[in-house]
Every structure is written in C-alpha cells, then in structure tokens.
C-alpha cells in the first residue's frame, strides 16, 4: 500500500486547512485510516481516526478537526477549523488492517503550520 499526503501549508491561527491522503495498492484489507502529528521534540500522536462508522478524535481537535472517508477512492481528508498555534507539526497519514500488525501503512508527513 502506498499512501501519497497532499495539502499542509502555512496558516494564520483562527484559520483552515484540508490534508488528504490517497492510498494505492493493496488496499482491499485497509479498515482503519487516521492522521497522526509529530511536533518538534514531541512523540507523535493520534489526531484523528476513522474505522467504518467510528471516528476517533484527540481531545485537543475534537469540534474543530472533521475526518472523512471516501472508500471509493481510497482517500481520509482531515478538516482543520479554527487553528491554533499549537496544532503545527508534520502531519502523517496512516492506514492498517487492525486485524494485522504487518499490514500498518505511513505516507510521507505533511508539514502543517499556523503562525501570523
């Protein structure tokens, strides 16, 4: 499976965004997309996550982020409202099958900051 992120780019806080990843290949046993985010000197850390009808959302992005799924083009888009300052990072796409730790899949990382 390869993931291929577009989007990202430079933002005034208070504003939004769009990130999307496609996925090719394989991608028949794919049940589980998200965005994960990496800060200078931080872990990453789950954003937000989607697994059939279920969303998953980090407490800090819950009611300003959005994650959606088009299954027909294998594509997770991740919203972004209302950003803050401490929202930058790189942000990774991720897809898996639950079912298969081998099958864990990252795209490439798009760089996503919010500064005046």
């Known amino acids: 499976v390869q993931l291929q992120a577009s989007g990202g780019g430079l933002v005034q806080p208070g504003g939004s965004l769009s990130v999307s990843c496609a996925a090719s290949?394989?991608?028949?046993?794919?049940?589980?997309m998200g965005w994960y985010r990496q800060a200078p000197g931080k872990q990453r850390e789950l954003v937000a996550a989607?697994?059939?009808?279920?969303?998953t959302y980090a407490d800090s992005v819950k009611g300003r982020f959005t994650i959606s799924r088009d299954s027909v083009k294998n594509t997770v888009y991740l919203q972004m409202n209302s950003l803050k300052p401490e929202d930058t990072a790189v942000y990774y796409c991720n897809a898996r099958d639950i079912r298969d730790p081998a099958l864990n899949y990252w795209g490439q990382g798009t760089l996503v900051t919010v500064s005046s």
């Open positions: 290949g394989s991608v028949s046993r794919i049940n589980y």
């Open positions: 989607t697994r059939g009808s279920s969303k």
